[in-house]
Every structure is written in C-alpha cells, then in structure tokens.
T-cell receptor, first 112, second 113 residues
Framework: AAGVIQSPRHLIKEKRETATLKCYPIPRHDTVYWYQQGPGQDPQFLISFYEKMQSDKGSIPDRFSAQQFSDYHSELNMSSLELGDSALYFC???????????FGPGTRLTVT | AQSVTQLGSHVSVSEGALVLLRCNYSSSVPPYLFWYVQYPNQGLQLLLKYTTGATLVKGINGFEAEFKKSETSFHLTKPSAHMSDAAEYFCAVSEGGYQKVTFGTGTKLQVIP
C-alpha cells in the first residue's frame, strides 16, 4: 500500500540558511500534519492543513511557514535556520475514514 | 487540552518476559488513543489504536492495550518479549479525527537476552 512520502530524507544546512521540506500524503488523504522531533524528545505538533486550508497550529516558530497545494502535497518552509532546528521532521496524513494519522519516514534536518 | 504521561523513560525486560509499558492520558473529550513504536533513526509505526467500542485492542507484533476510562490509562502489554521489540514506544492521544496527536515522552524498551 502507498505510504506517506517525504523528501528529502536527509538535509544539511548552515545557520541562517533556508530549507524546504516536502510531504506527499497517501492518495485520497485530505489532511496533512507536520511534527518536529528533537534529539531524544517526543514529536511535537507544528501545523496541519485540511483541504488546503490551515486547520490547526501548534508550536511552530514564526520563521517557519507551510502550505498545502491543490494536489494535497505540503511543503514546510524554514528560514533563518538555527542550530536548535536540527531535528527529525515528520509529516502525517489522514482522511475522514481513518481515525489515525499515517506517518512518513521523516526528514532529518541538520543545521551546522 | 490533552496530555499523555508515560511512566518510566527506560524499561528493561528479559527475553520471554512480560512487557508492560504504562500510559495515562488527560483529555477533555472522549479520547482516541494510540501506541507508536520507533526504531533507531526510523519513523513512527502504529502498533494499535483505540477509538470506540471494545476496550481491549490488539495490535501488531503481539502487542495489546486496554483502555480503562476510570483510571485514564492505556497501558501496553505483550506476554513474551522478543529481542526485536527493543525500540522506543510512544503513547499518544487525539481528540478526534482531523485533530493533532499529542505524544508522551516515550519509553525505551531494552530486551535482555
């Protein structure tokens, strides 16, 4: 079965640079969620989109923005990167018939 | 608001012994509850979920969990630990479809040969 696809899987950036993470949800899933998992920490909710509109917002820094496109894929844009942004970023998707969110493999961002 | 508390950041069991990972939740509405497993440097895999109905839910790899509303608990168990069960386990809660998932701080399970 198709799963959530995230790209790139690994990304290395320097401080103050920008990064764009992409998420392709499972086909026919209309909701996308972004989570950030710092080293040794639990995943923290950043933001979600339903039918291309922002549906909920968590602890997402102002330096980050995200959107969901007409084909339901989503992008997380991160600017002025800081060392503390180094983390594993998960995307998850769901639809009305699914009670759970299906997680992608994550993008590991390293800021040097 | 919703939250999850996992008792014990590290749990060690012998191979073949019972696995018990504890989870208590807080939710203002009837919760959806989940257990996820994460192997090193990998993503989150859903073990099992509780939404409504039967309070004892069975998941993959022989794991099961019981929803106890009176105790606000959702403990994860497996009768006999296997070496391949060594991983980090996250309990999580959601307040319904399309809602964000709030994770506990995780429990690292070590299986001793």
């Amino acid at each position: 079965a198709a799963g959530v696809i995230q790209s790139p899987r690994h990304l290395i950036k320097e401080k103050r640079e920008t990064a764009t993470l992409k998420c392709y949800p499972i086909p026919r899933h209309d909701t996308v969620y972004w989570y950030q998992q710092g080293p040794g920490q639990d995943p923290q909710f950043l933001i979600s989109f339903y039918e291309k509109m922002q549906s909920d917002k968590g602890s997402i820094p102002d330096r980050f923005s995200a959107q969901q496109f007409s084909d339901y894929h989503s992008e997380l844009n991160m600017s002025s990167l800081e060392l503390g942004d180094s983390a594993l970023y998960f995307c998850a998707s769901s639809n009305k018939r699914a009670y759970e969110q299906y997680f992608g493999p994550g993008t590991r961002l390293t800021v040097t | 608001a919703q939250s999850v508390t996992q008792l014990g950041s590290h749990v060690s069991v012998s191979e073949g012994a019972l696995v018990l990972l504890r989870c208590n939740y807080s939710s203002s509405v009837p919760p959806y509850l989940f257990w996820y497993v994460q192997y090193p440097n990998q993503g989150l895999q859903l073990l099992l979920k509780y939404t409504t109905g039967a309070t004892l839910v069975k998941g993959i790899n022989g794991f099961e969990a019981e929803f106890k509303k009176s105790e606000t608990s959702f403990h994860l168990t497996k009768p006999s630990a296997h070496m391949s069960d060594a991983a980090e386990y996250f309990c999580a809660v959601s307040e319904g479809g399309y809602q964000k998932v709030t994770f506990g701080t995780g429990t690292k399970l070590q299986v001793i040969p």
